[in-house]
Structure formats: C-alpha cells, structure tokens
C-alpha cells in the first residue's frame, strides 16, 4: 500500500494536537472534540431519515445507501449508523474527521452546491484519503506495526491487538498484513456462502497483500485456490474446526510454493492468512498482552 504523506502528516498532527501520547485505546472522542465536531446522538443513518438526506449535497446523498458514517461539514456533526461495533465506530468516526481535517477535502465538499456532482475518480480518492487517516490515527502512525513485530507471527496477534487500539478485528488484521514486512496475504470471505446445488461456495470478497508477498507472487486469484484446495475449503466452511492448514501457491516463476494458512472468523466474515511456509517463526511463544 503506498503512503499518502501529507495525509499522514495530517494524522500525526492530529494524534498530538489532541495530546494522545501512549494512551490506549486511542482516544477517538478526544480526537473529535480537537476536530470540533461531534458525533450526533439523535440521529442515525439507518433510520433513512428524509430531513437527514435533504441536507446533503448531491454527492452524499448518491452515497448515503453504502455508508455507515457520514459528516456535515456545514454543522460540524457526524452521523453514525447506530447499530454498528463499537470497534468498527471508531474507525468510522475518525474516517469522518478525515474528511473535515485534510484541507483539500473541507473545501471541496464545503464549496460544493447541492446539485452539483463530485468527479467519480475524486470521490474515490477522498475516500481512500479519509480511511488512510483512520487507520494511521487509530493505530497511531507506526506503534501498531512496532507492536506487531514483537509478537509472534500468526493471526491471533492483530485479533490481540485490535482490542489493543480499540479496533476491528478487520481492521486490525488488514493493517497487520498490510503493512508487514513479511511476505502474507488475508482473504476475507463472507459466512454468506454462494449456493450451488447442495454445495456451498465460499467466495473472497476482498483481499489484501503485503508487498513483498505481491512481488513473490503477483495478484493472486484466491477463489480458484479455494475450489481446488479441499483443505482450504474446510477451513473456511468450519474454521473453528480446522483453524489452519497447508496449501502450494505458484509464484512468478512458476514454481510450487508450500504455505501455511490459519484461519480466525467472527459473526460475519472468516479470515484466513497465508503465507509461504519459510516465513513462519522458528519459536512458537505464548502470545500475552498485558
């Protein structure tokens, strides 16, 4: 993943601005008030309220069907689907301060007019913007890789330390690949299997790898994987069951590359890291977080 530096460096004025220090979790209310916003408590976004969507301007309105988090700039208030993981709050929350605290981005949406529409590439880019200063401000820049590397190489460390940083587990395991320098990947698949006669196919709906994994590998199509792999498929149909395994991934050579998988699953989704066999650690130690 490529580094947005003045994103980041919009992110670590903020994390000392609101004077975070080593406090954990990261103090995502403190942030929000240094932001001078406030997160509305009366209204949510699933409850599709009419006068909520006649507020906005065009562009955020096209938007309001796939978002779980929303700011009004004009008001300084952000709006929250109530129903989401307190965890997965507060990412959102701080995805929305994003949006106010990179300049760019307050001046386009606060200078936009209702019917007026945002260039497609654009949005895009304000929102990759918004959730790299998300994860950089709730994993604290570099602390949440620092802390990783001390732990043992396996996918029980991110889960460890989501709880950790007050975050996801998908965020947490996603930032833990992501920005690792080991080579790995995650498939995330959703416990919403396709349906195929009597067979349930699981299918990845996204994927994330480490670069030096994308530099071994290429782009790997992981559902093919998962349809010739029984192992795999086993893993992911019953992950408390058969939590890892092993699999042969082919990298840019051609060449048969033994890996290891491991497997951690919550109520929606079924993770599953991967990585070549020579990357594990030698020493397997007990995994504590005080």
Known sequence: ??????????????????????????????????????????????????DLVLQFPLLLRQAMRKVVGLVDLRED??????????????????????????????????????DASLDPDVYEQFEQEASQFAADVLFQINRFDEDARDLPFAITSPVA?????????????????????????????????IRQGRESIPQVRRSVQSLSFTKRFGEVDWNSYIRKNTSLLASILYPHRYPQGDMVIHDGNNCHISCRFETFTNSYDTFVLIYPCSEKEQSIWPLFIP
């Open 161 to 193: 330390l989501a709880q950790r940083y007050g975050a996801s587990a998908h965020a947490s395991i996603r930032r833990y690949v992501e920005w690792s320098e080991r080579a790995c990947a995650v498939c995330i698949v959703s416990q919403q299997h």
């Open 1 to 50: 993943m490529s580094i947005n530096a003045d994103v980041r460096r919009y992110a670590y004025a903020m994390l000392r601005k609101a004077a975070v220090g080593d406090r954990l979790p990261t103090p995502v209310d403190d942030i929000v008030a240094c932001a001078k916003l406030m997160v509305s408590q009366n209204v949510s976004l699933n409850q599709k309220s009419k």
């Open 77 to 114: 208030v952000i709006y929250l689907d109530q129903q989401i993981l307190p965890q997965k709050r507060n990412f959102v929350t701080l995805h929305e301060v994003g949006h106010k605290v990179l300049p760019w981005q307050r001046q386009t949406y606060l200078y936009i007019d209702d």
